[in-house]
């Protein structure tokens, strides 16, 4: 089976963009974390087994697109929030 890896930037973005706006107005990780969560179980259900790996390696595509943005912090505190609970 092959990852839409379009459909998972998609749900990667819509869903936790908001909450890294959050976080770095706030340093408060735990919105962070729940849409994570939250966003991770909506991948899991509709893709197939390499979906974890396929969520690691966007959200690293992120981190070094918002390298020079003010999300960039937001999207790697996202990445290690995400590799504690999702281990590949």
């Not at 998609?10 to 990780?29: C, G, K, V």
């Not at 962070?32 to 259900?45: D, K, P, R, T």
Request: net charge positive; with cysteine; glycine share 2%.
């Amino acid at each position: 089976m092959h990852v839409n890896t379009e459909l998972v930037a998609r749900l990667i973005q819509r869903n936790i963009t908001p909450a890294i706006h959050y976080f770095e107005q706030t340093q408060d990780s735990s919105r962070l974390e729940h849409q994570i969560n939250f966003c991770v179980q909506q991948i899991i259900v509709c893709l197939n087994s390499d979906t974890v790996a396929t969520i690691k390696a966007l959200l690293q595509y992120l981190i070094a697109k918002s390298q020079h943005s003010s999300e960039h912090s937001g999207w790697r505190k996202a990445f290690d929030l995400f590799n504690d609970k999702y281990k590949v």
